[in-house]
C-alpha cells in the first residue's frame, strides 16, 4: 500500500522527467535540422512540425565520407551539402589524424580507419586518390567494410578507389574527364563510359569529375527520398541547373 | 690574381648552386600547379613549359576566406576550386582556432584575426553568418583591412557580413534566396535584387545562395584573368553549366 502511494506521489514527476527528456527536431530542410528542442511544436526557423528526435535518428543514414589527404574540395562539399540538406548522418574517416585540401583547407577527420563506425553509404572523392586507392591498408578497410555497407558512391577519381576494391568488376562506371583512359587500362573488367554525369549501377554510383558530385549526389537522393526532395534540395542550394536524371542508369542492377 | 683565380675555380661551383635555387612550376592549371621542380622543361602532368617559381609568386593573387563557425560547406568550397584552380593563392582566417563547417567538418583555419597577412580579395560566407556579421571584432578587422583590400566577394548570406561593415550602402547586392528580405530590411540604403546568381558592382560581388558561389567565382575569375580562363576551368571542373556573365554587372563601378 505504501509502495502505490509512493508510486502516485512520484507519478506526475516521473511523467516529468519523461517529457523532459523527450528531444526534437525539425525534419531534414536545411541548417535549422541541427537545433533540439525540448516541446513540441513548429520550428521557428523554417515552420515545419517539429518531430521527435529518436525517430529522426533512427531513420538518418548515415555517409562514410572517406578523405585522403589531397583531396579535391569541390569533390566532397557538394555531395556533403546535398547529404546534408537531405538529413542524411555524416561523418569523415581519414587515415591521416590531419589532411589538407586543395593544398589549403586544414580538416580533422572524425575518425581513423580503426575506429570509424559503419554507415550505409561509403563516398570516396578524387584530388591525390591514388594515395588511398594504392594504399593496401584503405583498400582493405573498405572489403572488410562491404557487407555492412549498403552502397558506395565516388566523385572523379575516387572511382579508382572503388575499383582497387574490386567494386567496379563487371559494371559500368565513370570517372575525371583526364583520367577516362586512365581508368580502362587499370580496370579492364570495367566498362568506362565519359560525357556522362554519373553512372548508376544500382549499388554504386560513380560520377564524372569535381562538380558532377553534385548531381550524383542529388541523384542519389532522389532515388532514395524521391525526386521531389531532389529538386526540393537542388531549389535550397539554388542550384537551378539541376537535370533530374542526366547520368546513366544501367540494368546492371 | 690569386682572387681571381679563386673566382675561377669557383665560378662553376657558384652557377651550379644558382641554378640549384631555382624554382620551376607550372604555370596555373589544377592539382600539378603545386609541384615544385628543379629544372627548367614541361610538367609531366599536364605538358605546360615550367615558369620560374618567383614570377608565379609575385603574380599570384591572394585571397582571404574568412570562415566563421557553422559555415556552409559548399558556399566556400565551389570559389575555393575555382581560385584554386586559377592560380590564386588562398588563405583562410577565422576568429575561432576551429570551427565545424555544415555540422560536420572539423576545420583548422590558417590564420587569427590578429594575425592574418593582407589579400587583395576578402571572400566571405553564408552558414551561420550572424555569428561574423553581428561580431563587431570581426567588423572592426575588415573595416581595418579595406585599404589594403582590392575587392570583395560574398557568397549567400555573406552578404550580411559586408553589408554590416557598411561596404553595400548605396550598392546593388543579392543574397541566399530565403534572406532576400532581410537583407533589405538590414540594409535600407543597399537596393537588394533578387533572381540573379550574382551583382558585379566593380569592387563587390555578391552572389546567390550556396552553389551560385561557382558562378560568382567564374565570373570574377573571367574579369581578371579573361573569360577564356574561366571558361578552361569551368571544363576542368566538368561544370558544363557554366553560362558566362549569367549575372547583373552594374553600372556602379
Not at 529518436?54 to 557538394?78: H, N, P, S
Not at 561523418?91 to 580538416?107: A, R
Not at 578524387?126 to 565516388?154: H, L, Q
Not at 560513380?206 to 550524383?216: P, Q
Amino acid at each position: 500500500m505504501k509502495q502505490l502511494l509512493l508510486l502516485l506521489l512520484l507519478a506526475p514527476c516521473l511523467l516529468f522527467a519523461q517529457s523532459g527528456t523527450l528531444k526534437y527536431v525539425c525534419p531534414p530542410c536545411g541548417p535549422c535540422d541541427t537545433i533540439v528542442y525540448h516541446k513540441q511544436g513548429k520550428c521557428p526557423h523554417c515552420g515545419m512540425v517539429l518531430m521527435k528526435k529518436d525517430t529522426i535518428d533512427q531513420k538518418r543514414l548515415k555517409v562514410c565520407f572517406y578523405l585522403q589527404d589531397g583531396v579535391e574540395v569541390l569533390d566532397f562539399a557538394g555531395p556533403m551539402e546535398v547529404f546534408s540538406y537531405a538529413g542524411f548522418e555524416i561523418f569523415t574517416v581519414s587515415k591521416k589524424k590531419k589532411l589538407i585540401s586543395q593544398g589549403v583547407l586544414k580538416i580533422t577527420p572524425d575518425y581513423s580507419l580503426a575506429d570509424a563506425p559503419p554507415a550505409d553509404i561509403l563516398a570516396v572523392f578524387g584530388g591525390n586518390a591514388g594515395v588511398a586507392a594504392d594504399d593496401p591498408e584503405v583498400i582493405a578497410w573498405i572489403k572488410a567494410r562491404d557487407k555492412a555497407t549498403a552502397s558506395y558512391f565516388s566523385v572523379c577519381t575516387g572511382a579508382f578507389i572503388l575499383g582497387n576494391a574490386g567494386l567496379l568488376n563487371h559494371q559500368t562506371a565513370t570517372t575525371f574527364h583526364q583520367s577516362i583512359n586512365h581508368l580502362r587500362e587499370r580496370l579492364p573488367q570495367t566498362k568506362v563510359v565519359e560525357n556522362v554525369r554519373f553512372v548508376d549501377n544500382g549499388r554504386i554510383i560513380t560520377t564524372a569529375g569535381i562538380s558532377a558530385g553534385i548531381d550524383g549526389a542529388l541523384h542519389l537522393v532522389g532515388k532514395l527520398k524521391g525526386e521531389e526532395e531532389a529538386q526540393r534540395i537542388a531549389r535550397e542550394m539554388e542550384y537551378d541547373k539541376y537535370v533530374p536524371n542526366q547520368g546513366m542508369i544501367t540494368a546492371n542492377k
